[in-house]
């Protein structure tokens, strides 16, 4: 058919683009015409996200609040989540955040016009709980991934563009976009992901989700500061006499250490359930491979290295993560 013709012109063009920056930018001239094609069906939505894709001049000469529109009301009208995936992906390029994308899809996404979008998420009684189709459904997260997991569809619909809007909030986060931050703050609180990413119930790459988010929305942001890196090079004066480890103070050079305190007090409870985990996959056994348990895993020495970063850790619990994953090693 004509349409199957046009799927095949735009997988030509992505082929010809990949890797290839004088094609890319030969092709970018005529983005008018790919973005009006948007939403027929014929692959128009792949070409642009796959040719803006880790090409950081043409995300931000190109990519504007009429394309990011488009996507969202393409979201609104088919609830297809691959649009979550495409903003996603305009979202970042080559790892680092797109502040302009980032602050252009915050302020068409989390318009009340659009609420309808989103998938909402509550701690209603101390259960998670999910509302979609603007509130008029709604189920506890356990419920819906019970049901997923049974191959009930409507339930494993909601969990995969769930799933993928947990992707977009994280990315829309990252490198400390406050925008999204301030918004996302408000639902996805401490305690709230501390429920999802323990909760054994939902499926690893769900958590894995969910442990993304906590990165990128509450810990990699002010007031929480990296730990000045050890100079290697000092005056023989500034070297202090030698102590026991048990008594050696991770944060005790030029740090408030009082506020640390109170920033580390706010993830005790993330604290204690990372250091759990990982000292406990010395029992698991990884020669039957688990990819999603692997994703979940990642995920939570992403948020230890963070929370060693910031210097959450003591010396003791440092000590005793990096010799455990050494083993594992």
């Not at 199957?4 to 004088?22: A, G, Q, T, V």
């Amino acid at each position: 058919s004509f349409r199957n013709l046009l799927r095949f012109c735009y997988h030509l063009l992505r082929i010809s683009c990949k890797d290839y920056r004088k094609n890319q930018e030969f092709v970018a001239d005529y983005f008018c015409l790919i973005q009006n094609q948007i939403g027929a069906d014929i692959s128009a939505e792949e070409t642009i996200t796959d040719l803006v894709h880790n090409n950081r001049n043409l995300l931000e000469k190109h990519i504007t609040e009429k394309e990011v529109s488009t996507f969202i009301s393409l979201i609104n009208q088919k609830r297809d989540c691959r649009f979550l995936d495409y903003l996603s992906d305009l979202c970042v390029c080559n790892e680092a955040a797109i502040s302009s994308t980032q602050e252009l899809i915050c302020k068409i996404l989390f318009q009340p016009s659009n609420i309808n979008v989103l998938v909402q998420t509550k701690l209603i009684d101390n259960v998670v709980v999910i509302l979609w189709n603007n509130n008029g459904c709604s189920k506890s997260i356990d419920q819906v991934a019970y049901g997923a997991s049974t191959g009930l569809d409507t339930d494993k619909a909601v969990l995969n563009y769930y799933q993928r809007q947990l992707k977009l909030f994280s990315v829309l986060a990252l490198d400390r976009q406050y925008l999204a931050i301030d918004i996302l703050n408000q639902e996805m609180s401490i305690n709230l992901l501390m429920r999802c990413i323990c909760n054994e119930n939902l499926p690893y790459p769900l958590r894995a989700c969910f442990c993304r988010v906590m990165i990128t929305v509450q810990m990699d942001r002010d007031p929480h500061e990296l730990v000045p890196s050890i100079r290697l090079s000092r005056l023989w004066t500034q070297i202090p006499t030698f102590q026991e480890s048990q008594n050696y103070k991770l944060c005790s050079f030029d740090i408030n250490d009082e506020d640390r305190k109170n920033h580390r007090f706010k993830f005790i409870d993330l604290i204690n359930y990372t250091k759990t985990f990982i000292l406990g996959l010395k029992s698991i056994n990884f020669k039957k491979i688990n990819e999603d348990l692997n994703k979940f895993t990642f995920e939570i020495i992403n948020i230890s290295c963070y929370m060693v970063l910031f210097g959450f850790y003591d010396y003791q619990e440092l000590v005793l993560i990096t010799r455990t994953l050494l083993k594992l090693l």
